[in-house]
Nanobody, 123 residues
Framework: VQLQASGGGSVQAGGSLRLSCAAS????????MGWFRQAPGKEREFVAG????????RYADSVKGRFTISRDNAKNTMYLHMNSLKPGDTARYYC?????????????????WGQGTQVTVSS
């Protein structure tokens, strides 16, 4: 599966963005998917994950209640709805996927990565 993230941009604190991750290939529905982010000088960190059926989701504590992960297997697309954005959310956001029936949260466990999309939140 090849992944391409889009939807990033510059917003003010309190604003919202929706990121999309488009997947090519016919096995997307068999993939656990996730969003990660990396700010300059920091390690890549887990943001949110979703199981192949969308029945299980998981969030980092820092985004819980503000971000929502979802997927549309018919469209081979995953989303990240980000509300109440803070300057601390500024980072490059990456989508990732791997064949799995459960939730995957460790970067090294993901087989496929998108190129990332930049999110900048100003105060």
């Amino acid at each position: 599966v090849q992944l391409q993230a889009s939807g990033g941009g510059s917003v003010q604190a309190g604003g919202s963005l929706r990121l999309s991750c488009a997947a090519s290939g016919r096995t997307f529905s068999n993939y656990a998917m996730g969003w990660f982010r990396q700010a300059p000088g920091k390690e890549r960190e887990f943001v949110a994950g979703i199981s192949w059926s969308a029945g299980i989701t998981r969030y980092a504590d820092s985004v819980k209640g503000r971000f929502t992960i979802s997927r549309d297997n018919a469209k081979n697309t995953m989303y990240l709805h980000m509300n109440s954005l803070k300057p601390g959310d500024t980072a490059r956001y990456y989508c990732a996927g791997t064949p799995s029936i459960g939730i995957v949260t460790t970067p090294t466990d993901f087989a496929s990565w998108g190129q990332g999309t930049q999110v900048t939140v100003s105060s």
